[in-house]
């Protein structure tokens, strides 16, 4: 459950504890536009390193065409093998938003595995942007050490994050995101199964989120925590994605909320295209609608 008196999100990455601030007066989470802001530019930014990293493993399809044609002041160390964000701040700027990050990136050089730290700003224009704007990078030019001994997230920690942010984006209601994450090619053949209450339905993205909306009301979907392939057992291509998800809304002026937990089956193909073969999805919580009516 997100507390609304909280500025401070800690959904944007597991195990790291990477905070998200909306400190700028426009842009809190209980602006409407807020989750929808939030999580298409966390898909771009979590899309855009997934493209920096060098691993044919993974497959990633640039959300923004050619990374070269985004105006980037600064540059990265060539053969990138791993990157961890360890701060982010999402703020209001005059024209857009900004998406600031802090954190480190392990590079191939001479044979050798070096670190330094990162430091970029991403600026977006609009409060729910379609494209990366402009970049500047003025990550540290001087390594540190070799490395200090850990190894940060591949390619694939970004190749699901991408997508995660944005399913939420589109769950926010951010249509363009759907693109992003070819919905059209699995929009009616996915098996989509809602469980809540004594509710068990299932059918396709459209049946199941219009119950949904129903059962919830209408408000904002925030990422709590994503596991991928905790079983280590699927192909490199194919796998199980689990999230849990925090909604915070209402339902006929009455406030709801619910903790959403999302099993994802997927494949994705050698260009970097997602296909959903199965979602469950679970509410944790029940919906406290019932109980605020008997206590008002």
């Known amino acids: 459950m997100k507390l609304k008196c909280s500025y401070f999100l800690s959904y944007l990455a597991i195990g790291l ?11 809190t989470p209980e602006t409407p536009t807020y989750a929808k802001s939030l999580n298409t530019t966390a898909a771009l930014v979590m899309n855009w390193y997934g493209t920096q990293i060098e691993d044919t493993r993974y497959p990633i399809k640039p959300l923004f065409g050619d990374k070269h044609n985004i105006q980037k002041d600064g540059t990265y160390p060539e053969n990138i093998k791993g990157i961890s964000l360890n701060k982010a701040d999402l703020v209001s700027t005059k024209n857009g938003v900004q998406f600031s990050v802090e954190g480190q990136l392990q590079f191939n050089k001479n044979g050798g595995i070096y670190q330094q730290s990162l430091n970029d700003k991403f600026q977006f224009a ?24 850990s190894k940060l997230n591949d390619k694939s920690y970004y190749q699901s994050r ?135």
């Open 162 to 296: 991408g997508f995660t942010y944005a399913w939420l984006a589109y769950l926010n209601g951010v249509r363009q995101a759907g693109k992003w994450i070819n919905l059209t090619n699995w929009k009616e053949t996915i098996n989509y199964q809602l469980s809540s209450a004594d509710l068990n339905i299932n059918g396709s993205v459209d049946t199941i989120l219009s119950q949904q909306q129903k059962i919830l009301g209408t408000g904002q979907y925030l990422l709590r925590e994503i596991k991928v392939n905790p079983d280590d057992k699927n192909p490199l291509h194919q796998g199980v994605m689990i999230i849990s998800i925090d909604f915070n809304g209402e339902q006929d002026g009455i406030p709801t909320v619910a903790n959403i937990q999302q099993t994802i089956e997927y494949k994705i193909d050698d260009k970097g295209n997602w296909t959903i073969i199965r979602i469950t999805e679970k509410h944790l919580l029940p919906n406290p609608q019932p109980w605020q009516k008997i206590l008002c």
């Open 17 to 27: 504890s990477l905070l998200v601030s909306a400190q700028a007066k426009t842009l």
């Open 126 to 149: 609009g409060e729910i942007p379609s494209e990366i704007a402009q970049l500047t990078s003025t990550s540290s030019t001087d390594v540190i050490g070799i490395t200090d001994g």
